[in-house]
């Protein structure tokens, strides 16, 4: 009689056999192994975590930020994990580098929304202290599960800047010292035309950059300003006059990000020949729909494995396997 094996556990055997192989064995194709694999630096059993934290055997992942933090001749940074499973949510923090050691954290403040900020990680309402773990005072915002904000400078003298939402058509673009008083403010609407969009990303990537998706539209647009304070004036956003603008792009699933070496969107093509693209900054016409320049691009076939996120200075990418339960960092294909 044969032996029978699990799906789960066949799967995440095959995963990890064929990435250690990837990196030694030119044989290997597309049509035997995805082509990710290979780009794989650091994997975690999340399942068996988020199971161990009160998460069940099927947790979902909300949203992650990689948050790089050295301070004091010391490297606190994280790669920061919102999830959720078993009527219970968890924020799990990460050493960034072999996504060993994790921590997992509860609070009332906590929301899917992530940050590495001056000063500590956000989670929505909260801050928490990178040293030891903490929570400090409470941050209000308009929408706190959906708060784009990142810092820019030093951990401990940098300010932190955030994209507040009011409604679908307009935010608050804001900044913050590493105390966390305000700097400064502006209600910004997204475009001329009272458009409606879903903010997806905002980072410091090729300046103060911000990413949505024009609803009902499927497609992506870009804007980023050299400045500050361009970043906090009362103008209009993806068709403003001081902003580099970058789109429209096509944007599958609501999955696109900003980098250092232009934004990246996840494209459903014919016959499932699906691709994570990157994209020229600067390039395309919001006024006309003239696409944005493709750059490269990696094939992304497999639904059963969900896209995370990229690291703002294109170094990292991380993806979930919701069938071997397992989380991966991967190096980018353009570095």
Same mark, same amino acid.
């Given at each position: 009689?044969?032996?029978?094996?699990?799906?789960?556990?066949?799967?995440?055997?095959?995963?990890?056999?064929?990435?250690?192989?990837?990196?030694?064995?030119?044989?290997?194709?597309?049509?035997?192994?995805?082509?990710?694999?290979? =780009?794989?630096?650091?994997?975690? @059993?999340?399942?068996?975590? &988020?199971?161990?934290?009160?998460?069940?055997?099927?947790?979902?992942?909300?949203?992650?930020?990689?948050?790089?933090?050295?301070?004091?001749?010391?490297?606190?940074?994280?790669?920061? +994990?919102?999830?959720?499973?078993?009527?219970?949510?968890?924020?799990?923090?990460?050493?960034? !580098?072999?996504?060993?050691?994790? +921590?997992?954290?509860? /609070? &009332?403040?906590?929301?899917?929304?992530?940050?590495?900020?001056?000063?500590?990680?956000?989670?929505? !309402?909260?801050?928490?202290?990178?040293?030891?773990?903490?929570?400090?005072?409470?941050?209000?915002?308009?929408?706190?599960?959906?708060?784009?904000?990142?810092? +820019?400078?030093?951990?401990?003298?940098?300010?932190? =800047?955030?994209?507040? #939402?009011?409604?679908? #058509?307009? %935010?608050?673009?804001?900044?913050?010292?590493?105390?966390?008083?305000?700097?400064?403010? *502006?209600?910004? @609407?997204?475009?001329?035309?009272?458009?409606?969009?879903?903010?997806?990303?905002?980072?410091?990537?090729?300046?103060?950059?911000?990413? %949505? #998706?024009?609803?009902?539209?499927? =497609?992506?647009?870009?804007?980023?300003?050299?400045?500050?304070?361009?970043?906090?004036? %009362?103008?209009?956003?993806?068709?403003?006059?001081? *902003?580099?603008?970058?789109?429209?792009?096509?944007?599958?699933? #609501?999955?696109?990000?900003?980098?250092?070496?232009?934004?990246? *969107?996840?494209?459903?093509?014919?016959?499932?020949?699906?691709?994570?693209?990157?994209? $020229?900054?600067?390039?395309?016409?919001? *006024?006309?729909? &003239?696409?944005?320049?493709?750059?490269?691009?990696?094939?992304?076939?497999? /639904?059963?494995? $969900?896209?995370?996120?990229?690291?703002?200075? !294109?170094?990292?990418?991380? +993806?979930?396997? $919701?069938?071997?339960?397992?989380?991966?960092?991967? $190096?980018?294909?353009?570095?």
């Amino acid at each position: 009689m044969k032996p029978s094996f699990a799906p789960r556990a066949f799967r995440a055997t095959i995963l990890l056999l064929s990435a250690a192989l990837s990196s030694t064995c030119a044989f290997l194709t597309d049509d035997a192994f995805p082509r990710w694999l290979s =780009y794989v630096e650091a994997s975690v @059993d999340f399942r068996s975590i &988020a199971e161990a934290n009160g998460l069940g055997d099927d947790p979902s992942i909300e949203n992650l930020e990689y948050a790089p933090f050295v301070t004091g001749g010391t490297d606190y940074s994280k790669a920061l +994990v919102f999830a959720s499973g078993n009527s219970a949510s968890r924020l799990l923090l990460f050493n960034a !580098g072999g996504l060993g050691g994790e +921590v997992a954290l509860t /609070d &009332a403040g906590f929301r899917r929304a992530l940050g590495n900020t001056a000063g500590g990680f956000l989670c929505g !309402g909260a801050i928490i202290d990178p040293i030891d773990n903490s929570t400090g005072t409470p941050i209000v915002w308009n929408d706190s599960s959906n708060v784009r904000a990142f810092r +820019v400078g030093d951990p401990g003298s940098g300010s932190t =800047y955030a994209i507040d #939402q009011n409604s679908s #058509q307009q %935010a608050s673009f804001e900044e913050y010292d590493a105390a966390w008083s305000p700097g400064g403010s *502006a209600i910004r @609407d997204y475009d001329g035309s009272a458009s409606m969009y879903n903010l997806l990303d905002a980072d410091y990537a090729n300046g103060y950059s911000v990413l %949505a #998706q024009l609803q009902y539209s499927g =497609y992506g647009y870009a804007a980023s300003f050299a400045t500050a304070l361009l970043f906090t004036t %009362a103008d209009t956003v993806f068709d403003s006059a001081s *902003a580099t603008r970058t789109g429209p792009f096509p944007v599958a699933d #609501q999955m696109a990000w900003l980098t250092e070496g232009g934004p990246v *969107a996840y494209y459903r093509g014919d016959n499932g020949r699906n691709r994570l693209i990157r994209y $020229r900054w600067g390039t395309g016409d919001f *006024a006309t729909g &003239a696409g944005a320049e493709e750059l490269d691009s990696l094939l992304f076939e497999d /639904d059963d494995i $969900r896209i995370l996120s990229f690291d703002p200075s !294109g170094t990292w990418w991380f +993806v979930f396997d $919701r069938l071997s339960g397992r989380m991966y960092k991967l $190096r980018t294909w353009w570095e």
